[in-house]
């Protein structure tokens, strides 16, 4: 038997760590003193096992912990306008019906959201001696735009009016805005941000930039549209219609030339196909390079496709591919066609050298048209707006590209679900006898598998995160603190202070239990992704301390470095229920 000291001994150590439990509670270190704890501790009691008398009330791991799986939410962003394209706030719940596959569905969530200037949270503390008053707290972005213009398909006289508008445009950019130019040919493309210097000089820079130039005196005129019937389709009318202008612009009509100009014309639309299959390649990998940098920014996002238009005979599976990402990321594909009122003049224009039949005329009608199938189907599919058939690019780009002050968001939960990856048409009405238009996205994707517990729960803080919603499930407070120990460093503390007494804890073994996932993440002043932290937060804690210790509540510091500058931050806190609480915090360190 062990000697009689080592029994006391233990009695001891137990009393010592029942000191150190009710000093982690009262002490505004605990946190620190918690995770060196769990360090030295291998053995950390699990969540769903019972819990030892003599266990510690607080522990901080990194370990994995079980949730509970909530019936995930189909969110949609709808944008209400009337007659003149203003955005209306007023409607209610009751007004808005929501369809999945035609059946009527059961809004479970709604909110009216106002896009606009936030106010600067009423106080941020700042860990120094220094009497200098604090700096302006900045701006939380809100609305993110992504300007994608399509150089290789855009000729320089579409692009001159196009880029006069989008300057316009950009001058009406609200301080919660961020905007970003892209290209289709990926050259000179400037990332998100609200210097509206630099927003303006990439305007400027814009120029066409065509995979291959095309000759004002073509012979044969060949489009991709027509050459994708005569190589892929082995359209024989076509292949006569381009034949017949050979024969014209090359072989002055002369019909002993005809086997020539047939050959004239293969060799054409061949090489027609070849260019047009890149071109569009290209555009559709940097629209899809796009969509992937959109959706790594938190809050509203969009983007305004600005292009002539472009056909995707052999690229389906691409355009599909964009779809279900921006949809997914909720990314709304707004598109604007660079030709404005266009009309395929009969008999040719200027620019060719012999008079167009009426049966080719007739098929570059068709290629005008069909060059605009895929901006429509990009914009349908997201809830975007498909801008054509008008030279009024100002009012083109107002109601595509700014943010408009009021949408709303509705949410469901799908009935009877089934893990197929199979895309569900939405359809969203109004009860109502006013003339509004409505924009929203036309569908959703159903997962492929159920996730497991933890991918759930994984994701759920992910979007939480990525999102700018605050939501207020959990008893939290956000608070930021900072020092400077040099002009170029700056240490950045971001605290999460949780009611303790207003969480739901489940009982077992005497103990009040809650796991607590707190995750802080910091994005610069333009949503870029700077850092994060996440820290899981194990409670067992006794009736008495959670009667008498936790008036206060507890705070969970979590510190970065970080240099001077405006920074976003988001605070996300999940519990082992699946409730989430977000908050939104700016700091600008000078």
Known sequence: MPPANMSRCGIVFRAVLWFLAVALVLSPCWLTLARSWAQSNQQATSPTAPVAQNAPEMSSQESATTFQVNVRLVELHVVIRDAHGNAIGTLRKEDFRVFDEGKPQVITKFSVEKLGPVPAPEEKSRESSSSTPSPAVPDIPQHYVAYL????????????????????????????????????????????????????????????????????????????????????????????????????????????????????????????LAVGNQETHVSLISLKDIVRRVAATPGDHSIVLVSPGFITPEQLYDVDDIVERAVRANIVINALDARGLYVVVPGGDASQSALLNPQETQYQTDSASADADVMGELADATGGIFFQNSNDFDEGFRRLASSPEYFYLLAFSPQNLKLNGRYHKLKVTLNTTEKFSLQARRGYFAPKQAPSSDQQAKQEIEDAVFSQEEMRELPIDLHTQFFKPSDEAAKLTVLAHVDVKQLHFRKADGRNNSDLTIVSAVFDRNGNFVTGIEKLLQLHLKDDTLANGMSSGLTVKSNFDVKPGSYLVRLVVRDAQGQIAAENGAVEIP
Do not use: W
């Open 149 to 272: 213009f399509d150089d290789i398909h855009l000729a320089f006289s579409d692009l001159a009016s196009v880029r006069e508008a989008a300057e316009k445009n950009l001058n009406r950019l609200r301080p919660t805005d961020r905007a970003a130019i892209f290209t289709t040919s990926g050259q000179n493309n400037l990332d998100f941000t609200d210097d509206r210097d630099k927003l303006h000089d990439a305007l400027l820079r814009l120029m066409p930039r065509p995979i291959s130039e095309q000759s004002l005196n073509q012979c044969p005129k060949m489009t991709y549209y027509i050459a994708d019937l005569i190589e892929n389709h082995q359209d024989q009318m076509a292949l006569s219609a381009e034949t017949a202008d050979a024969l014209a612009c090359q072989f002055n009509n002369d019909a002993k030339f005809l086997s020539l100009a047939q050959n004239l014309a293969q060799n054409a639309a061949s090489q027609a």
